[in-house]
């Protein structure tokens, strides 16, 4: 039989493994709410450690922790942040209690870690206890908010490289395709000619403005309510402590963090989260709608508008040999129907607050993690697996501008609107080309049509030549 040791809380005992890091607060989290099957995202394990150690130096600081426990707390959060210890922290991210349950369960990690580095063993409180030492001058409501800041600053800064480097992506392309004219459509019709790389500049646009959101929302993350404790009001935190431990997580991690100048507003509201979700998924859907770009455009290869290849990641059916899909544009909408799905989420959980705390944080954090972490997977995949590799189809691009109405557009200053439509009904109904039928009419000379019907200089500002109506 396993060997086990006995906890007890305000609610009862319970039996703990023995050599186990985590106490009986974690245990009953993980009876309670065993919902998504998951644990806490690394980065908040290593947030909390970076939290938690910082409140110890604080503490140590102002006198009210021993420098041995101090000592000793700092080197389980070390070890913690190296990346051990994290398969103790056993909670589940979707958690009632606002997130009472993955603040002990960090408390009794740590507190066990440093009483085993101190030469006790797992489960002595008295050396070093979960809520008198590793919480001390804390509250739930003032750690797990900080880290949730913390490990969401961490996760968009990735979220920014891979988008910039998918941004550089684009920026090649529209250089690479920029003399190629192809057929630009509104409500999917024939509309007027664009050069594929002015297209394919306007996809890099989107990605640098969705960049810059990502990034200026972040800057919504630096204030913190550290100190506030329970509501905000400070209680239980040592004055001393209360004005150096933010400094101090600043410099632990080395960002300007600062002290909410309002910490009852802090601790009750949490909209931050909702401007960061946000703006991801305003990046999520314009990347979305750039990913049905290029479906349209590469579709085919024989039956669409084929003006495109995208790189051939897989075989695309189980039944008909030879057939490859836009797997990846796919991948990228879909991840954009999960972080608007997650969104909704995350407003719902943010306005659902109430009085002095907003109990909805852990759902926050699941949804918001999972959006950044998968859409920065779907951009490293969009930018290596498809648009590093798209060609163009040069030829075909031509022949779909030539046998487009749509150049008519540019008759119209010289033959007028009226004239220009009827002519391009009548090159539809007979199957011929504009300028054939504009030559047969004598409507232009050709070498006004030449000139006028220059399709290079339709992507561009400007009427070629005197405009007069005839």
């Not at 900080?146 to 990735?158: D, V």
Request: proline share 4%.
């Amino acid at each position: 039989m396993e060997q086990t040791r006995l906890e007890c809380d305000s609610i009862g005992e319970k039996r703990i493994p023995k050599d186990a890091y985590y106490g009986i607060q974690s245990l009953r989290a993980v009876e309670n709410f065993s919902i998504s099957g998951s644990r806490i995202h690394p980065e908040m394990i290593r947030s909390l450690a970076l939290v938690k150690k910082a409140c110890a130096i604080a503490n140590a600081q102002a006198g009210v922790l021993d420098r041995s426990r101090a000592a000793a707390i700092c080197w389980a959060c070390d070890e913690i942040v190296k990346g051990n210890y994290h398969d103790q922290f056993i909670v589940d991210p979707m958690q009632g209690g606002a997130g009472t349950s993955m603040n002990m369960n960090a408390n009794e990690v740590i507190a066990n870690a440093a009483i085993v580095h101190l030469g006790g063993k797992c489960g002595d409180y008295s050396l070093i206890h979960p809520n008198d030492h590793v919480n001390c001058g804390q509250s739930t409501n003032d750690v797990i908010p900080t880290a949730g800041k913390m490990t969401t600053l961490i996760l968009m800064r990735r979220l920014e490289a891979s988008l910039l480097t998918l941004h550089h992506s684009f920026e090649r392309k529209a250089e690479v395709f920029d003399p190629i004219i192809k057929m630009g459509r509104t409500q999917l019709q024939d509309a007027v000619p664009v050069r594929l790389g002015q297209e394919f500049h306007a996809y890099a646009t989107s990605v640098a403005r969705g960049l810059a959101r990502v990034h200026h929302s972040s800057n919504e993350l630096l204030k913190i309510n550290m100190g506030g404790t329970a509501i905000g009001t400070g209680i239980n935190a040592d004055d001393a402590y209360f004005r150096t431990v933010t400094k101090i997580l600043s410099e632990a991690v080395g960002a300007e963090f600062l002290q909410a100048e309002d910490l009852i507003d802090a601790t009750q509201n949490v909209d931050c989260f909702a401007a960061v979700s946000g703006a991801v998924r305003n990046c999520a859907i314009a990347l979305s709608k750039i990913a049905n770009d290029l479906r349209l455009m590469s579709s085919g290869p024989r039956t669409g508008f084929g003006e495109i290849n995208l790189p051939a990641r897989q075989n695309g059916s189980s039944i008909m040999p030879g057939k490859v899909n836009p797997v990846i544009p796919e991948v990228v909408n879909q991840v954009a129907f999960r972080v608007a799905g997650n969104d909704v989420t995350i407003s719902m959980a943010v306005e659902a607050g109430q009085m002095e705390l907003n109990a909805f944080e852990p759902v926050i954090f699941r949804c918001l993690f999972q959006s950044i972490d998968e859409l920065t997977r779907a951009v490293d995949t969009f930018t290596v697996n498809c648009v590093d590799g798209i060609t163009a189809n040069e030829d075909r691009c031509e022949e779909l501008v030539e046998s487009s109405v749509g150049i008519v557009t540019a008759l119209c200053p010289y033959i007028g609107y009226s004239k220009a439509s009827d002519l391009a009904k009548d090159a539809l109904a007979r199957k011929i080309s504009v300028r054939q039928l504009a030559l047969d009419q004598g409507l232009l000379t050709p070498e006004e049509l030449a000139n006028i019907l220059n399709v290079a200089r339709m992507t561009t500002p400007g009427i070629p030549g005197k405009t007069v109506l005839k």
